[in-house]
């Protein structure tokens, strides 16, 4: 069994309201996978195995990132996000909870998606949150199983339920823990004898600076 780190994509296009428009680094996004990268580098940090989802944020930030792996970057949709932009308009349609504008409106809005996702009150969807929640802690435990230390750059909202998984919060909890989520910040988990455990949450050691405190981003 091996550590497992998981880093946060970059900053995406934050002014996007639909899955597809949302999914690309912006300019602040390169630069924070391009710290991180150095960071890790600087750190002497080396990985035999990486990982990505197969969206472009994903991808792009790996690239970004340039992590010190002799093998190739695997892609695994099982690391993709839920598609929470698809389950915001489905929640406004079915519950008349309108999709939110700004952050402010975002941190009450995640906590009830959730929740009604969870409750299997939201139709139409992509996936239950009951596959969600299988696909991520399947895949988790295949990767911490694997041999040499491994990197999973992934979304927030996986990040969150990988939480859920390995802490056992309810959705309530894990809302917060998505939300407190930072663009580009590194999570880590270790496997023991009892099952995974928890080691570093949303560390951002690139971006810890007074000069790159401007660099801190959320969405």
Request: aromatic share 6%; with cysteine.
């Amino acid at each position: 069994m091996s550590h497992v780190t998981l880093v946060r994509h970059g900053q995406a296009n934050t002014s996007a309201r639909e899955e597809h428009a949302y999914d690309q680094l912006s300019d602040l996004g390169w630069q924070q996978a391009k710290w991180l990268g150095a960071h890790l580098r600087g750190a002497g940090e080396r990985f035999a195995r990486v990982y990505t989802g197969t969206m472009r944020r994903h991808i792009e930030t790996a690239e970004g990132i340039n992590p010190d792996c002799a093998s190739p970057i695997v892609q695994d949709a099982r690391l993709n996000e839920f598609a929470y932009f698809d389950m915001a308009q489905r929640l406004q349609e079915q519950h008349g909870i309108a999709i939110p504008q700004d952050r402010e409106d975002f941190i009450p809005h995640i906590q009830t998606l959730l929740s009604i996702w969870q409750a299997d009150e939201l139709h139409d969807v992509p996936e239950s949150f009951a596959t969600f929640e299988t696909r991520v802690g399947t895949a988790l435990s295949e990767i911490a199983h694997g041999e040499g230390r491994a990197l999973v750059v992934t979304s927030g909202g996986l990040i969150g339920m990988a939480m859920r998984v390995i802490l056992r919060l309810d959705t309530d909890a894990m809302a917060h823990m998505c939300l407190a989520i930072e663009n580009s910040s590194v999570h880590r988990i270790q496997p023991l004898s009892t099952g995974l455990a928890v080691t570093q949450f949303n560390g951002i050691p690139h971006l810890d600076t007074p000069e790159r405190q401007h660099a801190r981003s959320h969405l």
